[in-house]
């Protein structure tokens, strides 16, 4: 079958740095999203992956390993207001977005 | 610029009642549009999705329905709801010119409670 597994939760202090971490299995792969939702609001796009390496772009960073079927997103400098769940996402190869639960992060200040 | 509109953003629903929500878009034209589910502590569950008005594919078998009488709006119907109908429902649309690796751009979401 075809899997997401991210943590339930995580726990960061203000202006620290934080790595979400995320692994797939899936049947086929064409790229890996990530997505911020905040409680109660819808999700907003993060990043997209489909080769290795790091995309950076601002205070957010998104990694893959297609050959490990890992990504992690990582977040610096981290603010109060980058307190909400990050959802990571897979594409497998039917171009079907396959979701993860979700990683509650807390930043405490 | 592009928006995305649900509605309603809450409902309280009796079991066996109808349900009907609907989605608008506006700005672009012929997007694909996506119903998707939340459930608490689990991913995000796609129910329908449509490439343009009267096609739509149903992703999972259910007492649910979607239709797209037009361009841009997406609805989705229930003759009669389920307890296991509760859930955060939320209306998406992608630009079919980027292609599969389109970001997906969410409504403001729907809470439905089913009593």
């Known amino acids: 079958g075809q899997n997401i597994d991210q943590p339930t939760e995580m726990t960061a202090t203000e202006g620290a740095i934080v790595q979400i971490n995320c692994t797939y299995q899936?049947?086929?792969?064409?790229?890996l999203f990530w997505y911020q939702q905040h409680a109660g609001e819808a999700p907003t796009f993060l990043s997209y992956?489909?080769l290795d390496g790091l995309e950076e772009k601002g205070r957010f960073s998104s990694f893959l390993s297609r050959s490990k079927g890992y990504s992690y997103l990582l977040l610096k400098e981290l603010q109060m207001k980058d307190s909400a769940s990050y959802l990571c996402a897979a594409l497998d190869s039917n171009y079907q977005l396959i979701w993860g639960a979700g990683t509650k992060l807390i930043i405490k200040p | 610029s592009q928006t995305i509109h649900q509605w309603p953003a809450t409902l309280v629903q009796p079991v066996g009642s109808p349900l009907s929500l609907e989605c608008t878009v506006e700005g672009t034209s012929n997007p694909n549009l996506y119903w998707y589910r939340q459930a608490a502590g689990r991913g995000l569950q796609l129910l329908f999705y449509?490439?343009?008005?009267?096609?739509i594919s149903s992703e999972v078998p259910q007492n649910l329905s979607a239709s797209r009488p037009q361009d841009r709006q997406f609805i989705l119907s229930s003759k009669k709801l389920l307890l296991s109908d509760s859930g955060f429902y939320l209306c998406?649309?992608?630009?079919?010119?980027?292609?599969?690796?389109?970001?997906?751009?969410f409504g403001e979401g729907s809470r439905l409670t089913v009593l």
């Open positions: 899936t049947s086929g792969f064409n790229g």
């Open positions: 998406a649309w992608s630009d079919p010119l980027a292609g599969d690796s389109g970001e997906l751009f």
């Open positions: 992956n489909v």
């Open positions: 449509s490439v343009g008005i009267g096609q």
